[in-house]
């Protein structure tokens, strides 16, 4: 069973800093586009962040230029790097992945931020 498991949310000041990271485990082929959702409270789930396997990148406006995307293929596993983080920007976050053909959600990790 492929399961993506996420790390790295909890509270922080605004202006401050969080890593979170996503790994992918199980048995699959391969691994296309991973990225990152969030879902605020009574809103709709909204991309923050995609990456495929030839590390093309793209991201919500919002997030542009303070937020950065990464992942290790070798690993499995994406990253994002927040900086400058505002008030607005809590919420809870998905891993997202397109492993084998499938959408594939992680279970989610809140991010709290302070104002």
């Known amino acids: 069973q492929v399961r993506l498991v996420e790390s790295g949310g909890g509270l922080v000041q605004a202006g401050g800093s969080l890593r979170l990271s996503c790994a992918a485990s199980g048995i699959f082929f391969n691994i296309f586009t991973m990225g990152w959702y969030r879902q605020a409270p009574e809103n709709q789930r909204e991309l923050v962040a995609t990456?495929?396997?030839?590390?093309?990148?793209n991201y919500a406006n919002s997030v542009k230029g303070r937020f950065t995307i990464s992942r290790d293929n070798v690993k499995n596993t994406v990253y994002l790097q927040m900086n400058s983080l505002k008030p607005e920007d809590t919420a809870v976050y998905y891993c997202?992945?397109?492993?084998?053909?499938?959408?594939?959600w992680g279970q989610g990790t809140q991010v709290t931020v302070s104002s």
């Open positions: 990456i495929t396997s030839g590390g093309s990148t």
């Open positions: 997202y992945g397109y492993i084998s053909g499938y959408d594939r």
